[in-house]
């Protein structure tokens, strides 16, 4: 279960409404909670780790108090119920999503090729708005020297339909000669 501090705050010069998290976030639900923060029109921002103090839970807690007038006008008193029943969803639709990727022989090879190199791949998924479609990036690591920052490769971009199950290749990374 997400160990949520419920607090609000915002910046006067941003155009989404943050909202200030503490503690362990729920493995497995962060894309999901990024989706549908990226959809609602907020930032969830870490404003603290797994072990939080009593100054600082107090000091995200009066931040956020400041704009939960704004977050109940544009969402509801409730919205922190909604927003976490609508990260529910999301979390089973990526839980269909990730078997078709997972299933595709070009991105197992992939993936076997990555964990030889003791890396990842990663899927970036981004909703079709009013359909059941996604873009998926199916991305890896360029590391050119590892005391310094790595750029993200994109692998093969897809688009996927969770309700059918249907996956269609869109491009794909040339294998190298």
Same mark, same amino acid.
Not at 1 to 22: E, I, K, P, Y
Not at 147 to 159: A, G, H, I, N, R
């Given at each position: ?15 989404r ?11 497995? #639900?962060?894309?999901?909670?990024? =989706?549908?923060?990226?959809? +609602? ?8 780790? &797994? ?6 839970? !107090? ?10 007038? %704004?977050? /109940? ?5 409730? +919205? +922190?119920a #909604?927003?976490? #029943?609508?990260v529910?969803?999301?979390? %089973? =639709? ?7 990727? !997972? ?11 990555? /964990?030889?190199? /003791?890396?990842?791949? !990663?899927?970036? %998924? ?22 310094? /920052?790595?750029? +993200?490769?994109t692998? &093969? ?7 059918? #199950? ?12």
């Amino acid at each position: 279960m997400l160990q949520v501090t419920l607090s609000f705050a915002q910046t006067q010069s941003s155009q989404r409404l943050r909202f200030l998290t503490s503690g362990l976030p729920e493995i497995g #639900k962060q894309h999901a909670e990024s =989706v549908v923060a990226a959809r +609602w029109g907020i930032e969830l921002y870490p404003a603290a780790g &797994c072990i939080v103090n009593t100054k600082l839970s !107090d000091s995200i807690r009066q931040e956020n108090e400041k704009v939960r007038p %704004l977050f /109940d006008a544009r969402y509801g008193k409730n +919205w +922190w119920a #909604k927003f976490s #029943k609508e990260v529910d969803k999301e979390y %089973l =639709v990526e839980k269909i999503i990730f078997p078709l990727v !997972d299933s595709l022989t070009y991105v197992r090879r992939k993936k076997a090729e990555m /964990d030889s190199l /003791d890396y990842r791949l !990663d899927y970036v %998924l981004t909703p079709i708005p009013k359909s059941t479609k996604y873009y998926v990036s199916v991305v890896f690591p360029k590391i050119q020297n590892p005391e310094e /920052d790595f750029e +993200w490769v994109t692998f &093969c971009k897809l688009v996927i339909n969770y309700q059918t #199950k249907s996956v269609k290749l869109i491009s794909r990374q040339k294998k190298k000669a």
